[in-house]
């Protein structure tokens, strides 16, 4: 059974500092997806990482993918306010005769604070 | 602009009742379609997978007899939570992967706006 574990699960910090979001899954994958959710609201789609070394980055965030180890990260870098929100991990497998699912990191709940 | 509608958004329904969730792809046409729960502050968790044209596949735990889905056309995913009871409330959320390219069919999962529903 695959596991996604995101670390930490709540991250309060101030603006302008900089944090790291971990995600290790447990089985191969080479498909690994970030997504933010503000409270009340479904998923927004932040990044796919579609393979071993790939990094990209959009405004403050930058996330990574290391296949070998199992290990994805979402970087921010000099924090503010409107980034605080819950940032989900979440890792495609595939089930065979071409059907696949997505399972999801527990979430990590970021706070920033002015 | 959303590629992905959910209706209704928000439904407040009584015990013992049935309640119906459409999914709607928009613009795309998606053979499968994903349904997702999310009780407050937990993640999402995979119930179904929709087919069009075929029986759902469910996740262990989840009841088919209960969670109704029927994949009606290749744009409309329904979710019928029936016989509803308090601890249905949850935010439901619908998927559909949407092909960039020919035959890559799983590069961009796109997500339904969510229900929540609230079971008195």
């Known amino acids: 059974e695959l596991k996604v574990e995101q670390n930490p699960l709540f991250l309060s910090m101030q603006e302008g500092k900089n944090y790291t979001i971990y995600c290790n899954y447990s089985?191969?994958?080479?498909?690994l997806y970030w997504y933010r959710q503000d409270p009340g609201k479904s998923l927004e789609s932040l990044f796919v990482l579609l393979s071993n070394g790939a990094v990209k980055q959009e405004g403050r965030l930058m996330a990574s993918l290391d296949t070998k180890a199992r290990l994805s990260t979402l970087h921010i870098t000099a924090a503010v306010h409107d980034l605080s929100a819950t940032y989900f991990c979440?890792?495609?497998?595939?089930?065979?005769?071409?059907?696949?699912?997505?399972?999801f990191g527990k979430g990590t709940k970021l706070s920033v604070i002015p | 602009g959303a590629v992905v509608s959910q209706h209704p958004s928000w439904v407040i329904c009584k015990s013992g009742t049935s309640v119906k969730i459409e999914c709607r792809s928009l613009d795309f046409q998606a053979t499968t379609m994903f349904w997702y729960r999310q009780f407050p502050k937990q993640s999402l968790m995979l119930m179904a997978t929709?087919?069009?044209?075929?029986?759902?596949?469910?996740e262990q735990g989840v009841e088919k007899d209960k969670f109704l889905i029927n994949h009606a056309s290749l744009t409309l995913s329904t979710l019928t939570v029936t016989s509803a009871h308090p601890e249905d409330s949850s935010f439901y959320i619908c998927?559909?992967?949407?092909?960039?390219?020919?035959?890559?069919?799983?590069?961009?999962?796109?997500f339904g706006p969510g229900t929540r529903l609230t079971v008195l």
């Open positions: 979440a890792v495609l497998t595939y089930s065979g005769a071409g059907s696949y699912q997505l399972t």
């Open positions: 998927s559909a992967p949407r092909s960039r390219l020919a035959g890559v069919g799983r590069d961009t999962q796109y």
């Open positions: 089985t191969t994958s080479d498909r």
């Open positions: 929709s087919n069009e044209g075929s029986k759902a596949t469910y």
